[in-house]
């Protein structure tokens, strides 16, 4: 596939990890954040840590919509969906996330009309197509996503589809860094830039955490070479004593960002005056709400949203793990209690969580390894 | 939602009000919104990167063959360093660990 196979080139993932090896300073121990949970993935699948030097550690950093959301707001959406003239619709990723009630996969088994899509735009054709049902979308994302959930409502609003509104549920990325920063106990070196949500913002938005902070970042995309690329450009900063913002992503990350997409956003959402994160607290100004002139469209005006407020389960460390203090396996559920088969939190069930990836990738070649050491005993 | 992929734009819609193209991705030919490029309008041929049934950037093909050169030059200094050391012309340079060409 073009655009995805030249940047999987086996011999220059080899001139890459090399080129790594030489400018990691063997004497230091160097703290990396990726911001985004698909980096997480990335780093996982395509096994990165087997070709890098042990003093690079990989933190993993709270870029994924799906797992900073806390319990409650699932709940709240899926209160909205025991309506029986509503049909409640998200992404497949939402789908196996727990709520006190169970998951909305569960509420589906239980008669709830919920619907798997693609694209907020699937969901109000699903609006135009059932004019006696009403749709909700339950919106979620950072800056990568908002933009189509806005440009869907004024998709809305300019055809007068009445039958359609927004969960809206979107966060911004800034202000998770900033937490991520003024944590205590966090001690970071650099940072792997999130990648697709740069394509909106840019990367100026990144500047503080050079000049405030003294921190290298470089936007990244997601494939092998691309993270290694990033790797190799960070490793260069901090040999020289630097901190800028650098753009590795260039073929997709323009540096002022999309600006459509920027006025689409400020069209139909402003920010929320606080927002709670699941393992950072309230945060202000980090999330969006639908503007008043959206407000038909807004699904917390036209339902009674019960605001619910649920704490994690005591034993799991999904807040911990999310803010890169705790590794996936140092949690004390994980991979016992807690398996994507049944997941406590939504880490271990999100495209984006560190938990499933490690689950998935990581935790079995340890098992395997085990299970041929033993087998050989 | 990080996942986002490149596809080629195949056709464009103009009778849409909104602005919608054909895109192929693996053979598999789909409709996305390319109302976020409203900009810089792409044309059939242009490659996007698709994020939720929307185009949200193009794909520059100059800024990705400019990063597989950097990507092909990684070492190249190094190794070419090697190369000199392992010269034994000059009686007063320092001896390298042992680096013999070996073609």
Redesign the interface.
Same mark, same amino acid.
């Given at each position: 596939? @073009?655009? &995805?196979d030249?940047f999987r080139d086996p011999e220059?993932i080899t001139?890459?990890s090399?080129?790594i090896y030489?400018l990691a300073d063997p004497e230091r121990h160097y703290r990396i954040m990726e911001v985004?949970?698909?980096?997480t993935h990335a780093i996982y699948r395509f096994g990165l840590k087997d070709i890098l030097p042990s003093n690079i550690e990989l933190i993993h950093g709270p870029?994924c919509?799906v797992c900073v959301l806390p319990m409650g707001r699932i709940d709240d959406g899926l209160a909205v969906a025991k309506d029986p003239d509503v049909i409640f619709t998200a $992404?497949g990723?939402m789908m196996r996330v727990p709520g006190t009630q169970g998951s909305p996969f569960e509420h589906k088994a239980r008669g709830t009309d919920v619907r798997i899509v693609? =694209?907020?735009?699937?969901a109000l054709q699903i609006a135009r197509k059932n004019p006696e049902k009403h749709v909700m979308f339950f919106a979620?994302?950072?800056e990568?996503?908002a933009? =189509?959930t806005a440009?869907t409502l004024m998709?809305a609003k300019?055809e007068g589809i009445e039958n359609f509104t927004i969960f809206c549920n979107h966060v911004t990325i800034i202000p998770a860094i900033r937490a991520i920063l003024d944590s205590p106990d966090m001690r970071l070196d650099a940072f792997i830039g999130?990648?697709? %949500?740069s394509? &909106?913002i840019g990367c100026r938005p990144y500047e503080w955490i050079a000049r405030n902070e003294g921190k290298p970042v470089v936007t990244s995309g $997601?494939e092998p070479?691309d993270l290694l690329?990033s790797l &190799?450009m960070l490793l260069r900063q901090l040999r020289a004593s630097e901190a800028k913002v650098e753009n590795?992503y260039?073929? %997709? &990350?323009?540096w002022e960002g999309? @600006?459509?997409?920027l006025k689409?956003m400020a069209e139909v959402f402003q920010l929320r005056p606080y927002f709670e994160w699941r393992g950072l607290g309230f945060i202000s100004q980090s999330a969006l709400k639908i503007r008043d002139e959206y407000a038909q469209w807004d699904a917390e005006q036209r339902f009674p949203i019960p605001g619910t407020r649920v704490t994690d389960p005591k034993a799991a460390q999904c807040g911990e793990v999310l803010k890169g203090v705790l590794k996936p396996a140092q949690c004390k559920l994980f991979g016992k209690e807690c398996t994507p088969e049944h997941p406590i939190g939504a880490l271990m069930v999100s =495209?984006?969580g560190s938990c499933a990836a490690y689950y998935n990738y990581e935790h079995r070649k340890a098992a395997a390894m085990v299970a041929s050491i033993s087998s050989v005993a | 939602m990080c996942l986002a992929i490149p596809g080629k734009i195949v056709a464009i819609d103009h009778n849409a009000a909104a602005h919608l193209g054909t895109v192929e991705v693996a053979g598999v030919r789909r409709k996305v919104d390319l109302g976020l490029l409203e900009d810089d309008m792409p044309v059939a041929g242009d490659w996007v990167l698709i994020h939720v049934g929307f185009a949200m950037t193009k794909i520059s093909e100059q800024d990705a063959l400019e990063q597989m050169n950097l990507l092909q030059m990684l070492g190249e200094a190094e190794q070419a360093m090697q190369e000199v050391h392992g010269y034994g012309g000059d009686e007063n340079a320092e001896n390298s660990p042992g680096t013999s060409r070996v073609s």
């Open positions: 596939m @073009r655009y &995805v030249e220059l001139k890459a090399e080129e030489r985004c949970g698909g980096h870029g919509p $992404f990723d693609y =694209s907020p735009a699937d979620i994302g950072f990568t996503t933009p =189509s440009l998709r300019a999130p990648g697709h %949500v394509t &909106v $997601f070479l690329q &190799v590795q260039k073929r %997709v &990350v323009p999309n @600006r459509a997409a689409a =495209s984006e | -």
